[in-house]
């Protein structure tokens, strides 16, 4: 189904009909709501003013619509600000974040949080039983803007109480922490600070607590709404808009208080921010980079337990990131259809009409400022129409799992040691490869079950927690563990049997030493007769392994014990891909070489193909098989589907 995010409160009450007869014309069925509302709710403290609001949503639904309500808590109101001031977030560098956007509160503030729950019970008593509301967003896009991590006097007093918590007594925090070194021993809780404003870098077991610390407080803030909207709107799905690329917190510990996860999808935006090569950038700057939708498609499929969204779809050129092109012509298209194929149960559109003012004024919609259809539209009226001839079946188990940790992220990004090794970027690099092999993924927490599944990616997991190592353990298909995996404990100091720690349970292996290289070194990786590049991180291993591959002086780069496999390096992507496509094989799975733009993806029994590519691509069609969308020849920024 698809549906469009609509701002009532931006437009004369005289437009509404209209644009609701519109949506429906157009094939729409959700349309989400009210997210950024709080100052049209409460224009006064204590004065309400609902009767827009019900006018909006008896339009809409009147019109067949199933209305999403956000919550508004994300943009409170200046009079909120100037009466309670200390729920400004502060910086890293100490400075307090004023009125004049949005998301301008701290997840620590409880005077906030009272407000929040006044304005959620209030809108959750109005509309809770209402027969239009379809369901509810809970705030807006949590970590906005760098907003997750706060470093304001309410986030000092929680996080100190969050420490005891958590570690019972100074003397576990001293020893956990390692304070003996440099004299950072705590004497009490009050002298406990946030890490943040020291001479150099602070400790690093430090740093990753304040960055649990800081997730657990969206978790709490996010489920003092959920509470309260399960209470009063009963049997109303419950969901957030998570971002792209945005790992500030857990998002699977939010998820577990929810129904749906969505996520705001925004291809070139993501691909002009993201630190990819130059010529990836130009190749892909109207496509957007043919893994960045997709391995977010996959992320949220997880995170929601297997119910997801498109809650903010790109339908044009957007206004935050660096450069902002048009997409291509089929893009927006081709876009709807690769979330519809990684089991999306909605697509909804940002926004049904461009904003002539403010912030986001030149961020397109499906219609101009002046409500003239903008290009995009004719590519969604399209797709509605497809639809209703594809029938779309569930979303089948994977053949490869991917292990992705958000902690993980906070422990790289904490302690790089090589300032171009990012967590995310070396994720990206191995889903590209197992995905230009043709295989479709299924993203899983560190932990979860990895029955089935003939193949299990682990790019890299600092820390091995115990469930981490049962599953790993029990599974019986092949483990490819990345760099730096099972390099730290929980407190963030080197296993005292040195890396890769509790993975030594599978891996005749020792982390000896590490290098982090500038990205003009590379070292020669010596595999199958065949050379490869590695670059950025090399370790040094002491193996009683079979050694797979070898650097140039003869050193091992990949190990294995049997069905598991340790990767000591940063490799180039043609070698990620000819060895997972080895392993694939030995695994008993049959790869599919793809051109570097074209992606395939399988839902109940339809196999879809997207081209990204300059250049048309012949699908793999079967002689038995059905054509259901184009016609086997997927032309550039186009789709083929058959079943």
Same mark, same amino acid.
């Given at each position: 189904?698809?549906?469009?995010?609509?701002?009532?409160?931006?437009?004369?009450?005289?437009?509404?009909?209209?644009?609701?007869?519109?949506?429906?014309?157009? $094939?729409?069925?959700? !349309?989400?709501?009210?997210?950024?509302?709080?100052?049209?709710?409460?224009? /006064?403290?204590?004065?309400?003013?609902?009767?827009?609001?019900?006018? *909006?949503?008896?339009?809409?639904?009147?019109?067949?619509?199933?209305?999403?309500?956000?919550?508004?808590?994300?943009?409170?109101?200046?009079?909120? !600000?100037?009466?309670?001031?200390?729920?400004?977030?502060?910086?890293?560098?100490?400075?307090?974040?004023?009125?004049?956007?949005?998301?301008?509160?701290?997840?620590?503030?409880?005077?906030?949080?009272?407000?929040?729950?006044?304005?959620?019970?209030?809108?959750?008593?109005?509309?809770?039983?209402?027969?239009?509301?379809?369901?509810?967003?809970?705030?807006?896009?949590?970590?906005?803007?760098?907003?997750?991590?706060?470093?304001?006097?309410?986030?000092?007093?929680?996080?100190?109480?969050?420490?005891?918590?958590?570690?019972?007594?100074?003397?576990?925090?001293?020893?956990?922490?390692?304070?003996?070194?440099?004299? &950072?021993?705590?004497?009490?809780?009050?002298?406990?600070?946030?890490?943040?404003?020291?001479?150099?870098?602070?400790?690093?077991?430090?740093?990753?607590?304040?960055?649990?610390?800081?997730?657990?407080?969206?978790?709490?803030?996010?489920?003092?709404?959920?509470?309260?909207?399960? #209470?009063?709107?009963?049997?109303?799905?419950?969901?957030?808009?998570?971002?792209?690329?945005?790992?500030?917190?857990?998002?699977?510990?939010?998820?577990?208080?929810?129904?749906?996860?969505?996520?705001?999808?925004?291809?070139?935006?993501?691909?002009?921010?993201?630190?990819?090569?130059?010529?990836?950038?130009?190749?892909?700057?109207?496509? +957007? /980079?043919?893994?960045?939708?997709?391995? /977010?498609?996959?992320?949220?499929?997880?995170?929601?337990?297997?119910?997801?969204?498109?809650?903010?779809?790109?339908?044009?050129?957007?206004?935050?990131?660096?450069?902002?092109?048009?997409?291509?012509?089929?893009?927006?298209?081709?876009?709807?259809?690769?979330?519809?194929?990684?089991?999306?149960?909605?697509?909804?559109?940002?926004?049904?009409?461009?904003?002539?003012?403010?912030?986001?004024? &030149?961020?397109?919609?499906?219609?101009?400022?002046?409500?003239?259809?903008?290009?995009?539209?004719?590519?969604?009226?399209?797709?509605?129409?497809?639809?209703?001839?594809?029938?779309?079946?569930?979303?089948?188990?994977?053949?490869?799992?991917?292990?992705?940790?958000?902690?993980?992220?906070?422990?790289?990004?904490?302690?790089?040691?090589?300032?171009?090794?990012?967590?995310?970027?070396?994720?990206?690099?191995?889903?590209?490869?197992?995905?230009?092999?043709?295989?479709?993924?299924?993203?899983?927490?560190?932990?979860?079950?990895?029955? $089935?599944?003939?193949?299990?990616?682990?790019?890299?997991?600092?820390?091995?927690?115990?469930?981490?190592?049962?599953?790993?353990?029990?599974?019986? +298909?092949?483990?490819?563990? +990345?760099?730096?995996?099972?390099?730290?404990? @929980?407190?963030?100091?080197?296993?005292? $049997?040195?890396?890769?720690?509790?993975?030594?349970?599978?891996?005749?292996?020792?982390?000896?030493?590490?290098?982090?290289? *500038?990205?003009?070194?590379?070292?020669?990786?010596?595999?199958?007769?065949? #050379?490869?590049?590695?670059?950025?991180?090399?370790?040094?291993?002491?193996?009683?392994?079979?050694?797979?591959?070898?650097?140039?002086?003869?050193?091992?780069?990949?190990?294995?014990?049997? #069905?598991?496999?340790?990767?000591?390096?940063?490799?180039?992507?043609?070698?990620? &891909?000819?060895?997972?496509?080895?392993? @694939? #094989?030995?695994?008993?799975?049959?790869?599919?070489?793809?051109?570097?733009? !074209?992606?395939?993806?399988?839902? +109940?029994?339809?196999?879809?193909?997207?081209?990204?590519?300059?250049?048309?691509?012949?699908?793999?069609?079967?002689?038995?098989?059905?054509?259901?969308?184009?016609?086997?020849?997927?032309?550039?920024?186009?789709?083929?589907?058959?079943?």
């Amino acid at each position: 189904m698809l549906g469009v995010c609509y701002y009532p409160e931006h437009w004369p009450e005289t437009r509404w009909a209209e644009d609701a007869r519109r949506m429906r014309a157009l $094939g729409l069925t959700y !349309v989400r709501i009210g997210e950024f509302a709080w100052s049209r709710l409460e224009p /006064h403290p204590g004065q309400l003013d609902f009767g827009w609001l019900d006018r *909006a949503i008896d339009t809409l639904g009147s019109a067949g619509l199933r209305v999403v309500l956000g919550t508004p808590t994300a943009t409170p109101p200046k009079w909120l !600000v100037d009466r309670t001031p200390r729920m400004l977030p502060v910086d890293r560098e100490g400075r307090t974040r004023g009125f004049g956007s949005r998301r301008h509160s701290c997840f620590s503030s409880a005077t906030y949080a009272r407000e929040c729950e006044r304005i959620v019970t209030l809108l959750g008593e109005r509309y809770g039983h209402n027969a239009s509301v379809a369901g509810w967003q809970l705030d807006n896009e949590y970590g906005c803007h760098d907003t997750v991590r706060c470093y304001c006097a309410n986030c000092q007093e929680a996080f100190r109480a969050w420490l005891q918590r958590r570690h019972g007594s100074l003397q576990a925090l001293n020893q956990a922490w390692g304070n003996v070194f440099w004299s &950072m021993e705590y004497r009490a809780w009050e002298e406990v600070e946030l890490p943040h404003l020291t001479v150099t870098e602070a400790n690093p077991s430090h740093w990753l607590d304040y960055y649990r610390f800081a997730s657990d407080q969206v978790v709490a803030f996010n489920r003092l709404q959920v509470d309260l909207l399960r #209470r009063l709107s009963p049997e109303r799905f419950l969901a957030h808009n998570y971002m792209g690329f945005s790992t500030d917190f857990d998002h699977f510990r939010v998820a577990a208080d929810l129904d749906v996860a969505s996520w705001d999808s925004y291809p070139l935006g993501f691909t002009d921010q993201l630190p990819l090569p130059a010529d990836v950038k130009q190749r892909y700057a109207r496509t +957007g /980079h043919p893994d960045i939708a997709a391995f /977010h498609h996959d992320l949220y499929r997880a995170v929601g337990r297997g119910r997801w969204w498109v809650m903010e779809q790109q339908p044009g050129p957007v206004n935050w990131a660096s450069h902002n092109p048009a997409p291509a012509p089929g893009m927006v298209r081709l876009w709807t259809w690769e979330a519809l194929a990684h089991g999306a149960e909605v697509v909804s559109y940002f926004r049904w009409r461009q904003a002539p003012f403010a912030q986001e004024q &030149m961020h397109a919609g499906l219609h101009r400022p002046d409500s003239a259809p903008d290009v995009g539209f004719f590519e969604v009226e399209q797709t509605a129409r497809e639809l209703m001839s594809v029938k779309l079946g569930a979303t089948l188990r994977a053949p490869v799992a991917l292990v992705f940790d958000h902690e993980a992220d906070w422990v790289l990004s904490i302690q790089p040691q090589g300032k171009e090794f990012q967590y995310k970027s070396l994720v990206l690099e191995w889903y590209t490869a197992i995905r230009r092999l043709g295989f479709d993924v299924d993203i899983v927490p560190p932990g979860a079950s990895l029955d $089935g599944y003939p193949l299990v990616l682990v790019p890299s997991l600092p820390i091995i927690s115990d469930a981490a190592l049962k599953a790993f353990e029990a599974c019986k +298909g092949r483990v490819i563990f +990345g760099p730096r995996s099972g390099s730290k404990t @929980a407190h963030f100091q080197i296993p005292g $049997g040195l890396p890769p720690g509790p993975l030594q349970r599978l891996l005749d292996v020792k982390v000896t030493r590490v290098e982090s290289l *500038a990205p003009e070194m590379t070292e020669t990786l010596d595999w199958q007769g065949r #050379r490869y590049e590695a670059r950025l991180w090399l370790e040094h291993l002491d193996v009683g392994a079979v050694i797979e591959a070898r650097f140039s002086d003869g050193k091992p780069a990949v190990i294995c014990n049997g #069905r598991v496999h340790y990767l000591g390096c940063v490799p180039d992507s043609a070698f990620l &891909m000819d060895w997972f496509e080895v392993l @694939a #094989r030995e695994a008993n799975l049959a790869p599919l070489r793809l051109p570097e733009g !074209v992606r395939l993806r399988r839902r +109940g029994g339809t196999t879809f193909a997207f081209n990204s590519d300059s250049v048309p691509w012949r699908a793999p069609v079967p002689a038995y098989a059905r054509i259901l969308l184009g016609d086997g020849m997927v032309p550039p920024q186009g789709v083929c589907a058959w079943g």
